[in-house]
């Protein structure tokens, strides 16, 4: 089962998202995150200024980025998807 809501606003760290949809879809039979392509780029491209990404042969679809430590994972910035009127 699934839900479509109203999405008004994605940000990533403190940069605001162009999306190219304002719906999302809720799933709770799945800890995925799919976005359009062109929001993923911009998403990715934000990621990659301050991580070391990369993509594996066996994967092409995939990208993979160092979160080996702690210090890492903390390097990656808050993503936020703002639904309905929510702020």
Known sequence: MHW???MTKVAIGKQLIESSSN????DT?????LLPAADFE?????IKS????????????HHFC???TLE??????TFTVTLGLAE
């Open 50 to 61: 301050v991580k070391e990404c990369f993509k594996y042969p066996d994967f092409p679809l």
């Open 72 to 77: 890492d994972i903390k390097l990656f910035p």
């Open 66 to 68: 160092k979160c080996d």
């Open 29 to 33: 039979g799945t800890s995925f995150t």
């Open 23 to 26: 719906h999302a879809i809720l």
């Open 42 to 46: 911009q998403v990715l491209a934000y």
């Open 4 to 6: 479509t809501v109203n």
